[in-house]
């Protein structure tokens, strides 16, 4: 494989930021998403613009919606190697 570099952390993402992402990358609106979920659009958008927490439970249910581990829309920052330094 030859060597490699280590890609580097460029900007932080909150909470709000990842889900937006994860969203958006799917190609879904705010309203898909809430038929999707259940969760209204409103609650999204509130989640999305970090004006409410996401919740382990919300988590959980757009994890299931977006096909992603709910630890990719909790812990967007979590740094590994940093963490098991500590």
């Known amino acids: 494989m030859g060597e490699y570099r280590r890609a580097r952390k460029r900007i932080d993402v909150t909470v709000g ?5 994860v969203r958006q990358l799917q190609g879904l609106s705010q ?3 809430a038929d999707l979920t259940g969760i209204p659009q409103s609650t999204i958008s509130a989640i999305e613009n970090d004006r409410v927490n996401l919740g382990v439970e919300r988590a959980k249910v757009l994890a299931r ?13 979590w740094d590994v190697g940093k963490e098991s330094a500590a």
């Open 31 to 33: 309203n898909q998403l």
């Open 65 to 77: 919606a977006l096909k992603v581990h709910p630890a990719v829309l909790v812990f967007p920052g």
């Open 17 to 21: 930021e990842s889900v937006r992402i």
